[in-house]
Every structure is written in structure tokens, then in C-alpha cells.
DNA sequence: GATGAATGAGACTTCATTCAT
DNA sequence: AATGAATGAAGTCTCATTCAT
């Protein structure tokens, strides 16, 4: 976490350290930033950053930590306030939502998708933000279960294997679509994904059986 | 590609320094490992490591190759000598024998995943093995909608997708099995996962939708 | 150029740096001059060194900036305020004064001397200074032509080879005196040359021919 | 100087040796030039080098002395075989004799310009050969005041002196004809010097001065 | 003698972090 | 708190020369 004296600048300064700091990290990855990089892009002291930050990995993890918080705050905004849809119309919304953030800002995909190299630091960050966001997608199936929409069968913890799969997947999606514009044919793709999963989950009439 | 002269040591000094290389590149990443430390491991002098490698991207690329050869020739031979099984039959043979890859040395498993954080590096890699591997789970498909075993709505290009997604997500479960024995419970998962692939693509009498 | 970092520097420690890489040029030419052994002699660390220059080049070619303006300096200022003299005392002066700066600091004509081993880095380097040195001679000889003291068939353009070609061959005798000191015998001949030019090129009663 | 077995071998190879050697060297320099390189070019065995060679020292040394001689036996045919003509006519041809060996191969011209940048194998190297080239023009001297071609003030060391001043002159140009054909001017401009060598020194009716 | 692998000192450079004002 | 210079460990890579067959 950064220091109080990060938290006492101006929004400004602190928007534009963060953004310097985006920059650098979507572009080079963690291993490959460099402090006198985002010390330069923002036109701060590079004293001024060690008193700031405790180190280069403080900086990393709390820009982490911003990029995980607005993700669940758009997923759990949704999954709140469309009770009333179904499960997969809500997966469907999330979808789009998750596209949308990554087309505006392909710099927070970048940064995360970037993560795996350090073996330390990304055991700690896992452990520290996958279990909630997993929780996300279970309370969901929950309630499709609850709703009678899924089958019987449907182990939610199964369930939410598969729908993480599928998010890896997107991020590879957006990733690997070099101009910062989701192609339309990704967007397609993906929904598709999402109408096998209703197409296999949800409840028959003749419901015997997926196991 | 390594140099004439590494390939023309004995086996032995041969396989020093690819252990040395898998161990480091597998706990650090390619960013974070040291020629010299590789050097150290297998005791060979720093000067003979450049010349048996133009640098140490060379070496990594040379791990990379021989981690995706033997990956890509375990997948064809199951391929190619169970064509009398179903296509998720199949499915489940290459899944058990990744896990016994995995399980025997799970170095070669972490190197891949730990691939991400060079985007050049990346990028250049996925162009050379990427479409390959595509083509074998495509193959897969097709036989089995040739044999009338999936439903004649499953688009390949989503199926290769959705399996490919799949792949990922179990390299994700070997990497965090820390100890490096895949817990029984990861192949139980990812059984069931085929299971529902099976479920949801299969032919059925009434045929009808899925899109 | 060296970054601003340097001319920040305090004048005792930025002349400690340049002292130092002038005997390490001096010594041993660019190639075999070492960033290690000049940042010993001037006792600053390596990662301050990378933080005044670029790179080794940039600070060589600043050291030679130095010596080149220092040559063209006292040049100019003999050209400038000696417009009284003929064109060969004006000549004269300038050899005595050129032999009293090697003298003095015997190093600067031993860099430049040494400059020849790295072709491209030479050519640059002419391609800079070469035209202005030039240039002083040639208005030199303009000069002796517009008084009538040169001969009329006398080209500024031979002239001006003459005397770069008699400038070499001074450069030649001072770094042949290992001492530093410049033997008399080395002035005496070069004046004596001097003298040999003023009679093949002052204006005759007879002036008939030259070419 | 190479050793013994560097002599035992047959013709073809040592020609090829030396070709790889004056080819590296002209191109680089001494201290940029890399025996692997030599070697690699030469197709021998890097073992053969040093059963040829002392050291790379060595090999270049030998190099120079080829050129070398190659320079002073053609000075010397000019010098033995032309008594009959005049100082200058003599020296006329000479220059020709050098131009056109420079055209021939221009490599050789590179080699002993680049020798510069290092100070103690210059040194050694000057002490070897300078002396007996000096010989030469001064014999060539020494035959123009016997023949009374030369004006009585002519001092033999002086016009000595004055040559070699051209011909480093000399060497500079065909140096910085980059396309290795030395331009029609830089002849022209050459010759030119020459007539204002004989301008100023040959003998006249009222023959008073020059010093 | 021929061969080519072995060797290691040492070159340049980077960069996170600390220090001093 | 702000500033930017100071610091040095560590990295990759080169290359002349020696060694072993």
C-alpha cells in the first residue's frame, strides 16, 4: 500500500502518477517497468516516488488492486441490480460490461493478463483476489439453481470453472486483438460461448443426466 | 536455435544444461533468469554457454521447442491411434496424459505458463506454435461431426475455442498445485468439464438448436 | 553531449572526471580506454558515470569537442588580432602557439591522433570539424592573396592542402616526443618548412609561373 | 612473425590466410578486428591460428610488413631504375606508383591508416620501418644537390621532412575516397603539390636564399 | 600437426534504491 | 516533504588464448 504522503497530494498528482504508472506497466509488464520511467511520465521527483511508495512492487500491487476493485464493482453492480434476469442474460451483460471497460481502458487487460511472470508476487496477489471473485460467480449459480433455471446436476463449483475459463479466454481475446478495439467477431465469438453454456446448463424437461 | 556445438556435446553435459536452464526458467520466468546463474548450475563456463547458444532468448526458445514438441507429439499420437475411440473419449485420454506430463515434470509446465509478461518475445512464439496445436483439436472435431458423434449445429471454430479455453484452465490448476502433484481433486474437475462438453454437444434425436 | 546532470556537477569533480578521461584517451586511444578505468582514476561510481554521459562515446566526443574548440579558439583569436601581420608570420604565430599547447597539455594531441582506429565513429567526427579548420586557412590565404603578398597562380584550395599537410606532420613530430616536451630540433624544422612555403608562394617581381 | 608451420603450408592457403587477415584488419582496424573472424573467413581450424601465429599481434604485424615491403620495393625499382630522370620526375612517378597500388588494393592503404590508436605496437612498429623509407628520400635528395638540380639551401633533412608530409597527405585522401577509386582530382591535386615542391626548391640563376 | 571445444577475465550498461540537501 | 544526485550490485555478452584429442 502506498504511503499517506501518496494519499495526501492532489487528485491530480495522484491521477497523474497512476496513469503514468498504467502506462508503463500495460506496456513493459511488471519485470520490464522502470521506476525512472513513470518517475519521468509524470514529472515527479524521483525522490518524490520512494516517498510515495515503499518500492517499485508497492506501486505495482496498489495499481493491481485499483484495476480488481473496479472490476468487482462492475460485476457485483450488476449482479445486484438485474435480480430479476436470468442467469445467463446476467453472464450475458457481464460480458459486455467486461468488453466495454477493456475497450476503454485496453491498458488494465494489458496489465494483468502481463502478471504471470513473477511467481511470488503473483502466488500473493492470486491468493488475495481470486477467491472473492470466484465467490461472485458462485452466488450467481446459486441463484439459477435457487430460480430452478439450471439443472440439477449443475455443480456450482464446476459451473464456476467454467465461466473463469471462459473470462481467461476473453482476456486472451482482447489481448491478442493488438489495436485496442474488441473486433466484432470477438464480441460474436463470445457470446456464442455463453449460448452453449445456457444450451447445456439449463433445466429440461427430461432431466436426467450431464454426469 | 542452439549452435552446432551444443548439439555436438555428449548427452550427458547436454542434459546438465537443459536441466540447469528448465529449473531456472521454470522458477523465474524468462525475465527474471540469470545466464549466469544456469551457468553456475551446470557448471559450465560462461564463455561456453555463447557458444553453444547466440543468447539466452536462444536457449529459451530452444526449452519452448522441446517443451512443445513433446506436448504436440503426445497429443498426435493419441490421435492418430485411437481413431476407433469417441471424440471425448479421446478428449479424456489427452487430458490424463497432459496431467501425467504435468505431474512427471512440472517445470515444463510452468515455463509455458510463465511465457507472458515479454510481449515481443510472446507474440513471436504464439505465431510459430499456436496454429498447430489448433489444427489438432480442430481434426478432433471434425471427425467426430464426420461420425455423426456432435451435433451438427457445433461450429468447430467454437468448439476449438471452448476446448482451448479449457487447456488453459488446467494449466492454471497445475501451476497453483504448488507441491507439484496435481491433487486428485483437480482431474476430477477437470473430467467433469468434458463431461459437460460431451453433454452439451453430443447428437441427440431431437436435434434442433444450440444457436 | 553529456547530460545536464554533469554540468551540474561542482567544477572540481567535473574537472576530476574530464583529467581522468583525458589520460585514459590520452593513454590508450578510444577503443582500449575503459569506462571502469576512468571512473577509478576520477573515484565517482559507475552508476554516476551513465548518469553524466550517455554512453563512453558521448563522453569521447565531448572531450574532443573540447580540444577542437580550444584549437579553433586560439587559432581564431591569433587570425583576428594579428590582421597587421603577413600571412606567414599570422602562420608562424600559430605554431608556436600550437606547439605550446602540446606542450603544455601534451594528452590533447595525443587523443586526437589516436582518433583514427573506429571508422565510422571518425568520419562523424570530421564530417563536424573538419570544414570550420578549414575554413581559417583558406581566409587566410584570401587574405594574403587580396594584399599581394601570395603569389597570383597560388590556389587557396592547394594552399590550404599544403598547410593541413605540414599541420599533420606537426601533430606527427609531437607525438613522437614521448617526454612531452617538444625538442627545439622539432620547432626549429618547423619553422624551417614554414619558411619554405613563404618562399615558394610570396609574390616575385617575376611572377611568371608555379604551375 | 608466424611461425614456422605457418611457412610449411602450401601457397593457396596462406594466401587465403593472409587475404582474411588484410580483409578483417582494412575493415576494422587492428584493435576491432577478431581472429574468430579471421579464422571464420580463412576457413581454418581456430586451433591452426596459434600453431601459425604467436598471436593476433603477431599476424598483424606480419601483415604490415608485407605492405610494407610491397611499398619500398616498388619505391626502390623506381628509385634504382630512373637515375637518369630529374628529383621531382622521379618523384612524380613514385606518387603514380602509390596511387596506383592504392587502386589496386585499396586494403592496404586502410591497414596503415588505422594503425594509430595503439600506442605501444605504433611505436614499435615506427621504429621498424620509418627510418629506411626516410633512406630513401633522402638518397632521392642527395642525388638532386649532387646533380645540381637542387637549389644549395636545400636541406636533405628539411625536404625530407616536406615529403613525408605529402605522402601522409596522401594517404588521407585515398583514405576518404570511400569507393576505393582515388578521383582524378585527388591526382590532380597531388601532382600539383609536387610542382610546388619543385617550384620552390630547384636550383635558380640568382639562387640567394629560402632560409 | 590439426582440430574445435573450453575458458574466464573483463567490457559496457541498467536500474532499484538510498542519501544528502 | 521535496528533490535529484549517488550508489553499486548484477546483468548480458565478447573474445583472445589454451587445452585436449
Redesign the pocket.
Known amino acids: 500500500m502506498p504511503?499517506?504522503?501518496f494519499f495526501?497530494?492532489s487528485e491530480t498528482k495522484r491521477k497523474r502518477i497512476l496513469e503514468a504508472a498504467i502506462d508503463e506497466f500495460a506496456e513493459n509488464g511488471y519485470e520490464?517497468?522502470?521506476?525512472?520511467?513513470i518517475?519521468r511520465r509524470s514529472t515527479?521527483?524521483?525522490?518524490?516516488?520512494?516517498?510515495?511508495f515503499e518500492?517499485?512492487?508497492d506501486l505495482f500491487r496498489y495499481v493491481l488492486d485499483i484495476i480488481y476493485k473496479k472490476k468487482m464493482e462492475m460485476m457485483t453492480d450488476i449482479e445486484i441490480s438485474h435480480k430479476e434476469l436470468s442467469v445467463f442474460e446476467t453472464l450475458r451483460i457481464m460480458v459486455e460490461a467486461g468488453i466495454k471497460m477493456a475497450e476503454e481502458d485496453p491498458r488494465l487487460s494489458k496489465i494483468s493478463d502481463k502478471l504471470v511472470a513473477n511467481k511470488p508476487l503473483m502466488d500473493e496477489v492470486l491468493k488475495e483476489y481470486a477467491p472473492s471473485s470466484d465467490d461472485l460467480i458462485k452466488s450467481l449459480i446459486r441463484r439459477g439453481k435457487d430460480n430452478g433455471e439450471l439443472a440439477d446436476w449443475v455443480d456450482p463449483e464446476l459451473a464456476s470453472n467454467l465461466i473463469t475459463a471462459f473470462i481467461l479466454s476473453l482476456s486472451e481475446m482482447i489481448r491478442s486483438s493488438n489495436n485496442g478495439i474488441i473486433a466484432e467477431a470477438a464480441r460474436e465469438k463470445y457470446l456464442s460461448l455463453i449460448n452453449f453454456l445456457e444450451y447445456g446448463m439449463k433445466r429440461r424437461e427430461d432431466d436426467d443426466s450431464g454426469k
Open positions: 504511503k499517506e504522503t495526501n497530494l520490464n517497468s522502470r521506476v525512472n520511467e518517475v515527479i521527483p524521483k525522490g518524490s516516488f520512494y516517498q510515495y518500492n517499485k512492487c
